[in-house]
């Protein structure tokens, strides 16, 4: 049974940090891809970063300089620390495991999702 549990999200003020954690189980981790996504209520899911098994990554423009994606085999967790964080930040924060090759940033690409953590930054 795959399960990635996020957390880690809470409230932040504008300019402030936090650290997501995405903790994997049921899969070989190290073989696998893990990306990070966001969705505000009404608007599509979007993707923030993704890291691959060689820890190749990738970032939304979005977040270039801002956020950084990294990976824990040991522990099968990877993280996103994000800092400078801005109000647009604010959005319940997914994280999922690629089963499909090819654009890291596709929603498609990906097959296995947890149940988000929601990140709010105040201005």
């Known amino acids: 049974d795959v399960q990635l549990q996020a957390s880690g999200g809470g409230l932040v003020q504008a300019g402030g940090s936090l650290r997501l954690s995405c903790e994997v189980s049921?899969?070989?981790?190290?073989?696998?891809?893990i990306g990070w996504f966001r969705q505000v209520p009404g608007k599509r899911r979007e993707a923030v970063a993704c890291?691959?098994?060689?820890?190749?990554?990738y970032y939304d423009d979005s977040v270039k300089g801002r956020f950084t994606i990294s990976r824990d085999n040991a522990k099968n967790t990877v993280y996103l620390q994000m800092d400078s964080l801005k109000p647009e930040d604010t959005a319940i924060y997914y994280c999922?495991?690629?089963?499909?090759?090819?654009?890291?940033?596709?929603?498609?690409?990906?097959?296995?999702w947890g149940p988000g953590t929601q990140v709010t930054v105040s201005s």
């Open positions: 999922a495991a690629r089963t499909k090759s090819g654009d890291p940033e596709r929603i498609q690409n990906y097959g296995y």
């Open positions: 049921g899969l070989s981790f190290d073989d696998y891809a």
């Open positions: 890291i691959d098994k060689e820890s190749s990554t």
